[in-house]
């Protein structure tokens, strides 16, 4: 299975300020040309919510705050400028396997310092 | 207005079974694959199982180990989970949400139902 690892495990950031999330898998999810890698936030007693795929296609309706990274292996989840609604858990989720094995990142517990 | 409603979740005792079912409306049903994603109390997101859109392939994870069944009704736009043989440790927020052959994210996801394991 691919297992995916993200970093930090929490963190804390002024408002108004730079997020960033990494997250590791421990094989390539890139294939012809795509990074087959979704972000998701999650807030409490909510179920997550699709954030980025494609490691950097922005869903629809999600502020420009936010924004993926990466290829191969590693990936970054930014938000530029955090905002007091930006507070959540964060994962990241590979579905890359053939056959579908699909893992999630452990998250990353965002907060305002 | 996309809908996903899991419904079905309760306290059950070890070794005990119960069905989940998730209600899709706002969507073609029958066009999206359909997964089942669990969250243990406190703890991260755990993919459960995946079923394509006919049905024909269905995928567990492993530490499932046969325990529960997947399958769907695309003539009543629904999704079920058929759990047994439970243990206290999937005691956890079943989810469902859909996916689409190719871009297999996950969206929407439904609000989630509870199922507790305990004696």
């Known amino acids: 299975d691919i297992v995916m690892t993200q970093s930090p495990d929490s963190l804390a950031v002024s408002l108004g300020e730079r997020a960033t999330i990494n997250c590791k898998s421990s094989?390539?999810?890139?294939?012809?040309?795509?990074?087959?890698l979704a972000w998701y936030q999650q807030k409490p007693g909510q179920p997550p919510k699709l954030l980025i795929y494609?490691?950097?296609t922005r869903e629809s309706g999600v502020p420009d705050r936010f924004s993926g990274s990466g290829s191969g292996t590693d990936f970054t989840l930014t938000i530029s400028s955090l905002q007091a609604e930006d507070v959540a858990v964060y994962y990241c989720q590979q579905y890359y396997s053939t056959p579908p094995m699909y893992t999630f990142g452990q998250g990353t517990k965002l907060e305002i310092k | 207005e996309v809908q996903l409603v899991e419904s079905g979740g309760g306290l059950v005792k070890p070794g005990g079974s119960l069905r989940l079912s998730c209600a899709a409306s706002g969507f073609t049903f029958s066009d999206y694959n359909m997964n089942w994603v669990r969250q243990a109390p406190g703890k991260g997101l755990e993919w459960v199982s995946s079923?394509?859109?006919?049905?024909?392939?269905?995928y567990y994870a492993d530490s499932l180990k046969g325990r529960f069944t997947i399958s769907r009704d695309n003539a009543k736009n629904s999704l079920y989970l058929q759990m047994n043989s439970l243990r206290v440790e999937d005691t956890a927020v079943y989810y469902c949400a859909s996916s689409w052959t190719g871009n297999n994210w996950f969206d929407p996801w439904g609000q989630g139902t509870l199922v507790t394991v305990s004696s």
């Open positions: 094989q390539s999810v890139l294939y012809s040309s795509k990074n087959y």
């Open positions: 079923i394509s859109s006919s049905g024909t392939y269905i």
């Open positions: 494609w490691a950097s």
